[in-house]
Structure formats: C-alpha cells, structure tokens
C-alpha cells in the first residue's frame, strides 16, 4: 500500500463515516432496552398462562399465549433492526481499520512506529521525573518551613476564591449587572495581588537558599490540582502534595512498563540516570511490580565478549553503568540513544532511526497519526492498570 496524499484522504473519508454511524450508539441502548422490556414481558405472560393453565383458566390461558407470541414477533423486529445497526458499524469500522492492517505488512512500518512511541514515553517519562522532583521538592519546603507552607495555602487559597469568582461572572450581563461585576473585579484584583505575593515570598526564599522550584509548575499546580481540606475547612497541603508525588510515582512507572512492552524500545540512558538517582534512596520494588516487565533482550554472544549480565528492570544505575562499560569495550562510533531519540525536540519522529526511509514522512498522515495516538493510549492505559494492581498486590502482601 503506498502512503501519500490520495489514500490518507480516503482514510478520513471513511472515518467520517464511521464517527456519523457511532453516534447510532444511543440507538443502540435503546433498542437494547427494549429487548429486555420485551423479554421481561414474555415472562410475564409466561408466568401469566402457566398460572392459567392451574386454575383452569382455558380463556386467560389463550389470552396469555398471545401475548407471548405479539411480544415474541416485536423481539424479532427489533432485534433484526439492532442487528442492522451493529453491522453497519462493524463494516465501518472494518474499512477504517483496515487501512492499519494493509500498512502493517509492509516492512519497516511498525518498527517506524514503535520508535515514535519510544520517543513519546521516553519524553514524558523525563516530565513526570523533572514534575515528581517539584513535587518532592515543595513538599519537603513545607514540611521544614512553616512559614513557606503558610505561603502556599495562601496561593491556594486565592485560587479557590478567584474560580468561585469566575464562575459568578459567567451568567453575568455587561451592562445590567456593572455593579455587581465591578464589585467582583474589585475581589479579583485584590486576591490576585494576594495570591502573588505568596508566591513572591516562596520564590524568594528558593532563590536564596538555591532552591530549584519553577515558578510556572507552582502556579500551574495551584490552578490546576485540587486541594484537600480538613473538616474545619483548612487546606492540607502536606496530605494533597504526598498524594500528587504518589500519583507522579504511579505515572512514572506505568510509561516505564509501556516502553518495556515495545519491541526493541530501551529506556533512554538520560531517564535511566534519574531514575537511578530517584530510587537510591528508596527501596526495591516488590516482585509483583518486577514481573510486569517483559522477558529480558537477548544480545548476541561472541568469544571475545563475556555474557552480558542480566540485572532486575529497576536497577536502572548497574543497567546504565553495564551498558556504557560494554559501549566502551566495543569502541563503538555510534551516537547515544539520547541522541537518536532527540528527547529535547518537539518532533515525535527520532532525529536517526534504522526504519525505512519509506516511512520517515509517514507521521503527517492522519491514518498513522491516529494509530499512533490510539497504540500509545491503549499501552499506557493497560501499564498503568497493570501497575495499579501491582501495588495493590504488594500492599496486601505486607499485611
């Protein structure tokens, strides 16, 4: 199948398609109601006649198999109707999917693939590292500074009265409801000025101290994640900060597990390094989580080369360390892996891949957009479940 202009079209043409018969999925709960009204009304008149049949009752009896037999006749009818519906869908959904199937067979193209989701995950991945190290970094100011966990309730707090605020403008009319409105603007300037100054004071104490908290991550965390509060109504930040750092931690391991199930997909050595780092300190994970990894890559063996040594997927440090000794002992020319992935680049395509040429453009049609964007959801979607029951798995064990 040649990827160019012609096909990709074709492509959206029949997704177009297949979204317009989707939106037949409400027909489709609606005449699985039906069925089971239907099928409810049958065993009723079932349970009707039977008791007929008891008293005698040759009259209600008849009257009962009536019902059965209409009711039986409505089932048929709709269920041929839902029948029709389904394979309409189906049969769109087969041409779309189709144009993935074809792709697939050539060679070159899910190698291509796979190296974009390499790419992806490794780049997130450094996110949730460089976003969980925020995270740890703020909690640990405000466990050991009172004063600077005072700043950030204040922050907080702004920011909850200022999203009340917002939304009471909504409904609002520019010209019925001035006053009000200029009352509202009023509280806004002044929260504003609150929230800011709060932050003034936090950020000036990480200056001082060299203290390396972002600015943007802080106010992005405040606007954006919700805060628990006690009963009494005060903000606890400690709790909801070693939540989030719980939450990134899930979220680190989960893109660790997604890049495990790639073909040939490594951890770049970059996030192999601070994940070494992050895990010092802590200790090895359990072996629920360890079995969630894929079976170890198997490199070729020569005379003049020791077995490589095996090491468990979350010793990133020795797995780091072995692999630059055996870069070393080959006097290999090649650029690192971070190189290859270019993690720093906002392009999903790896600066220098071994994937065919035929598909290094392949990324700027829509089919394979959309297979790449549905491929990465689905793996990171099922790590992420995997990792959850794993943790689970090991809570319980420790009981």
């Known amino acids: 199948m040649e990827l160019n202009e012609k096909l990709d079209q074709k492509y959206n043409d029949d997704k177009k398609a297949y979204q317009k018969t989707q939106r037949l999925s409400q027909n489709i709960k609606d005449l699985e109601q039906q069925l089971k009204m239907l099928t409810r009304a049958i065993e009723d008149a079932e349970i009707k006649q039977m008791r007929a049949k008891e008293d005698g009752d040759t009259s209600l009896e008849k009257e009962a198999q ?109 010209e019925k409801d001035k006053d009000k409105l200029d009352e509202i603007y009023d509280k806004i300037g002044k929260l504003v000025s609150k929230k800011n100054s709060n932050m003034h004071a936090f950020m000036e104490y990480c200056t001082k101290k060299d203290i390396s908290v972002d600015r943007e991550f802080l106010d992005r965390l405040i606007s954006e994640k919700g805060f628990a509060h006690d009963k009494q109504g005060n903000i606890n930040v400690e709790k909801t900060l070693k939540n989030m750092s719980k939450g990134y931690k899930k979220r680190i391991l989960a893109y660790q597990v997604a890049i495990n199930r790639i073909p040939n997909a490594k951890i770049s050595a970059r996030n192999e390094e601070e994940l070494g780092d992050s895990n010092e300190s ?46 070393k002992a080959e006097k290999e020319t090649e650029t690192e892996r971070d190189l290859d992935l270019n993690l720093d680049s906002d392009s999903d395509i790896p600066a220098e891949s071994s994937t065919s040429e035929k598909f290094r453009d392949s990324y700027k049609y829509d089919v394979v957009k959309d297979y790449v964007d549905k491929t990465e959801k689905e793996i990171y979607k099922e790590s992420l479940k995997d990792v959850k029951q794993a943790l689970k798995d090991d809570s319980e064990q420790e009981r």
């Not at 005072?150 to 920011?159: K, T």
């Not at 009265?161 to 009471?168: A, Q």
């Not at 079995?291 to 997927?313: G, M, N, Y």
Request: charged fraction near 40%; include cysteine.
């Open 66 to 174: 009536a019902e059965i037999e209409a009711k039986g006749e409505e089932i048929k009818k709709v269920q041929a109707k839902l029948d029709k519906i389904k394979e309409v869908i189906e049969k769109n959904k087969s041409k779309v999917d189709g144009y993935i199937e074809e792709l697939k067979k050539e060679p070159g193209f899910e190698e291509h693939v796979n190296s974009i989701l390499e790419k992806r995950y490794n780049r997130q991945l450094a996110k949730a590292l460089k976003e969980e190290q925020q995270v740890n970094t703020i909690l640990d100011l405000c466990q050991n500074h009172p004063t600077l966990a005072n700043n950030l309730r204040g922050m907080v707090r702004a920011q909850e009265e200022l999203d009340k605020l917002n939304k009471e403008i909504e409904p609002l009319d520019p």
């Open 282 to 327: 802590e200790t090895q994970p359990t072996t629920r989580l360890d079995r969630l990894t894929s079976e170890p890559i198997q490199e070729t063996v020569t005379k003049a080369q020791p077995p490589v040594p095996k090491f468990k997927w979350y010793e990133f440090r020795k797995r780091f360390n072995a692999w630059r000794e055996r870069r």
